[in-house]
């Protein structure tokens, strides 16, 4: 199964990142072995996201920018309004990346 880096720059992604540079500083892991773990952790995180995330959202703002390159959408939204069945949640700005899933059984 082929896989984007996408949740890598989240902020679990971040720390987990930050965490294995340190291990690998430290001389507890080797590089190898951290991308491994990295390559896994992508994985793990759009099977998870695929299987377990049953809820839906929609989304309201208005468009700053948007960008479509290497089959990649990146939409940057400014007074964005994120509505649920139980909960309403304004952000001032927000960075939406989005890959076609197809692309991932290829």
Not at 34 to 46: E, G, H, N, P, R
Not at 79 to 99: D, L, P, S, T
Request: negative net charge; contains cysteine; proline residues 1%.
């Amino acid at each position: 199964m082929a896989t984007f880096e996408l949740y890598r720059r989240s902020t679990i992604g971040m720390c987990l990142t930050e965490t294995l540079d340190e291990m690998v500083s430290n001389g507890v892991l080797s590089p190898e072995l951290a991308i491994q773990v990295l390559v896994q952790f992508d994985k793990s995180m759009t099977e998870a996201l695929e299987s377990q995330v049953k809820s839906k959202v929609s989304i309201k703002g208005h468009l700053h920018t948007y960008r479509f390159c290497d089959n990649v959408w990146t939409f940057i939204l400014q007074g964005a309004i994120f509505k649920n069945e139980e909960n309403q949640e304004n952000v001032g700005r927000v960075k939406i990346v989005a890959c076609d899933s197809k692309l991932l059984t290829q």
